[in-house]
């Protein structure tokens, strides 16, 4: 049994897999995380996490661990992993949860791919064909980008508006120009690219999927995909 560990900005997400499919996969907000031994359908044998929420919440994650009486692997970016190569300029600033989506992808598919992970952040990364990552963007996630315009500009404290190809008002004006922002970053790099296959996973995949053309392969928890590939690359599970 293998635990697998997604710590984000705003939540942590966790599976439990007991190597042949996921008992467990489920999303929680960081208050859970105590007490999380006690949410475990199973007392797993081993841990991998990735952590983007800084040190507070890695040692939170270690406490556990400890509680658990397990081992915990951290997965940090290399410049290689589970046939991945990593392109970044410098390997190990790739953040650890885009590290483990693209090994997730490597894994799924052989072909090249856009892999979109929306959260707090939105990141759209470029995975050719031989498993090389090429590069890709950072932007803020749909909620980060209503709520920093609304903080920032005069008259703008509302941000509660649905998606309208032509607002009339403002609230939807604010919501929609975020959702065509992030589908116009993520179209524009498939389209210079080439590569239509597009992976996408995070909290606010449901609100990009109706909006974005064929091929999307939505994937629930990619990043906890990824972490699974890598323990058994280390033959943990």
């Known amino acids: 049994?293998?635990?697998?560990?997604?710590?984000?900005?705003?939540?942590?997400?966790?599976?439990?897999?007991?190597?042949?499919?996921?008992?467990?996969?489920?999303?929680?907000?960081?208050?859970?995380?105590p007490d999380l031994a006690n949410l475990l359908p199973v007392v797993p044998r081993h841990?991998?996490?990735?952590?983007?929420?800084?040190?507070?919440?890695?040692?939170?994650?270690?406490?556990?661990?400890?509680?658990?009486a397990i081992p915990l692997t951290w997965l940090e970016s290399a410049s290689a992993c589970c046939g991945v190569r990593n392109g970044y300029d410098h390997p190990t600033q790739l953040g650890a949860d885009r590290w483990a989506g693209l090994i997730a992808a490597r894994a799924l598919s052989a072909e090249a791919a856009i892999v979109v992970l929306a959260g707090t952040a939105t990141t759209i990364d470029l995975l050719d064909a031989e498993g090389v990552f090429r590069g890709g963007l950072i932007l803020p996630g749909l909620t980060l980008?209503?709520?920093?315009?609304?903080?920032?500009?005069?008259?703008?404290?509302?941000?509660?508006?649905?998606?309208?190809?032509?607002p009339t008002n403002t609230n939807d004006a604010i919501a929609s120009g975020a959702l065509y922002a992030t589908l116009g970053a993520i179209e524009r790099m498939r389209v210079t690219q080439g590569a239509?296959?597009?992976?996408?996973?995070?909290g606010a995949a449901a609100d990009l999927l109706p909006h974005l053309a064929a091929p999307i392969h939505p994937i629930n928890y990619l990043v906890l995909e990824g972490l699974l590939q890598v323990a058994k690359a280390s033959a943990l599970d």
């Open 1 to 33: 049994m293998i635990l697998c560990l997604d710590a984000g900005n705003t939540r942590f997400k966790c599976g439990v897999h007991d190597g042949q499919r996921w008992c467990m996969q489920q999303a929680f907000d960081y208050d859970a995380l």
């Open 47 to 68: 841990m991998v996490a990735c952590n983007v929420a800084g040190s507070a919440i890695q040692r939170k994650i270690e406490d556990l661990a400890y509680q658990l």
């Open 145 to 166: 980008m209503r709520r920093t315009l609304a903080r920032n500009t005069s008259g703008l404290a509302d941000v509660s508006g649905h998606f309208n190809m032509l």
């Open 196 to 202: 239509t296959k597009c992976l996408l996973s995070g």
